[in-house]
């Protein structure tokens, strides 16, 4: 049986040779509704993820399951167009391992985004939140044996997302005139929307925003010490205090998200100018 380093170098060696050359130096995941960022990518090479070999097939909503390789910002990435999810059914291991195949195909800075539910009372639908850091509610990528070559048993996470980059974004929103927000990102495993009660806990421990995914990728990338900066679009208010009638709804989440992407990537070709 293959090990998960193994898998990932079949995966990379199956990608590495369609891109001609090209080297990605940034890798960005793209979350729910959030795909459309995507297009804005110069002279693009699409490889659809049922077409690398023992790679996951993302099967959520908002999730057309690409690699996306080209120029934004006048360098070369490659966009996860829809990430994997733990509730689809997936072990951790291919949660992230599109991270570690784009980390395998020299990578040298993740950009994370994710549509979220805004706990904070001050968060609105179409807010952007700068992640400035977690609460991890769902098992650790990292658990089982250690893979040495690419990080510590024990990794450090004290500063999972990079203060400069975190700098960056607030510099490059101030001059676009976007305000944004700054916050705890909170994983849960889904796929249920979670309850009022669950609402609350989640604020009452420090919790800004609330989803379904980023951490575990997050983890895998900051295991090999790679700079992470994360972004959320608020895309329900997730309060307490809801009428008898109100009713959480995937659709409703996605064209959230496909509102606020506009700003989001402007915001993400800006900085990816300046790294």
Partial sequence: MDSPMEKVRAASGSVRPRLCGRKPVVGIVLGSGLGSLAEHIEDPLVIPYRDIPGFPVSTAVGHKGNYIVGTLGGKTVIAMQGRIHYYEGYPMENVVMPIRVMMDLGIKVLMVSNAAGGTNLDFHIGDLMIIKDHINLMPNPL??????????RFPDMTRP???????????????????????????????????????????????????????????????????VFGMSVITNEAHDDYSEDYVNDGNDVVEAADAAAGRMTVLFKKMIERL
């Fill in 143 to 152: 658990i089982g044996p250690n893979i040495d070559e690419l990080g510590p």
């Fill in 161 to 227: 997302y990079d203060p400069s980059l975190i700098r960056l974004a607030k510099e490059i929103a101030s001059e676009c005139g976007f305000p944004v927000k700054e916050g705890v990102y909170v994983a849960n495993t889904g796929p249920t929307y979670e309850t009022p009660a669950e609402y609350k806990y989640f604020r009452s421990i420090g919790g800004d925003a609330v989803g379904m995914s980023t951490v575990p990728e997050v983890i895998a990338a900051r295991h090999a010490s790679l700079p």
